[in-house]
C-alpha cells in the first residue's frame, strides 16, 4: 500500500481556535468526580479533580512536573488505585470493572512507545484485537488501516521489529495500537513529544480526523500549552495535584483563573509573536510560509 497523500493545510491564526470544535451536544463518556491520590506520609498527589469527556472530544491535562498530570491519567485505567473519587466509563464506575477488561477498552499511549520489542509491528497493534478475540482478517485489515493513518506504509512496516524503527516511528505504532481495538477512550501521556516537527504536525492532524470519525473520547497529558490550546475542546490546568482551570481553550485565553494559568497561556502567545515579528522582517506575508 502506498502512503496517503497529505491536502495542504490551509493557513491559520496559531492560537485563535482549536481544530476540533465542540459539538452542541454530546454523550459523555468519561466523567472524573473528586479523584485523588494520597501516598504513604499524606503525601497528596492528586487532591479533588473533576472533569469530564464526551464522545469525540479530547481534553487536555496540562501542568508543570509533578503536578500530577500522569498519576490523574493513571488512575482512569486503574494502574494506580485513587485513594478516593471516582471514574465513571461510558456510564460504568470503573471500580467495578475487572482491571484487565477495563485496560483492554481504554486505549493507552504511554510517555515512549511501550512496545514489546520480541514482537513485530503488526503483531504490537494486533495484540488487544487478538485478546478480544477478533478474527484475523478483521485484525489484519484494522494494521493495515492504522499503519497509513499514522504514516507507515503497512507492506514496509509491518513486519519490523521495533528495534528496526526510529523513536519517532516508534511512537507511531505506539498510536496505532491504542486504536487498534476501537476504543471509547484514549488516554494519552505525552503522545506526540518523540516526533519531528513535521511528523508531529501531521500526525496530530490524522489523529483529530479519526477521533471525528470514530467518535472516542481522549484524555491527553502534554507539557506543550500550544498543542493544548490547538488540540483540545477542554482544558484541565492542574498544579500541586489541584484543578486550577478547566474549561475551553478560548476561556483560557481571555480569562485565566490565576497567575499560574495565565503564565501558562502567555508562553507560547509571546512565541507565536516572536515568530510573527521575525516573519515580517523577513518580508513574508500572512500565508506564505
Known sequence: MSRRARPPTPSRSPFSTSISKRPEAVSVVLSVEGLAKTYPGGVRAVDGVSFAAGRGELVAIVGESGCGKTTTLKMINRLLEP?????????????????????RRVGWVMQGDGLFPHLSVF???????????????????????LLELVRLDPDEYRARKPAQL??????????????????????MDEPFGALDPLTRDALREDFQDLRGQLGFAAVMVTHDMAEALLLAERIA???????LQYGPPEDLLARPADETVARLVATPMAEARRVEALARRAGLEDGDA
Open 123 to 145: 503483531e504490537n497493534i494486533a495484540v488487544t484485537p487478538q485478546l478480544l478475540g477478533w478474527d484475523a482478517a478483521r485484525i489484519a485489515d484494522r494494521v493495515d488501516a
Open 83 to 103: 485513594s478516593a473519587g471516582r471514574v465513571i466509563i461510558e456510564d460504568r464506575d470503573a471500580s467495578e470493572v475487572d482491571p484487565v477488561a477495563l485496560r
Open 237 to 243: 490546568v492542574m498544579d500541586a495535584g489541584r484543578l
Open 166 to 187: 526510529s523513536g519517532g516511528q516508534r511512537q507511531r505504532v505506539g498510536v496505532a495500537r491504542a486504536l487498534a481495538a476501537e476504543p471509547p477512550l484514549v488516554l
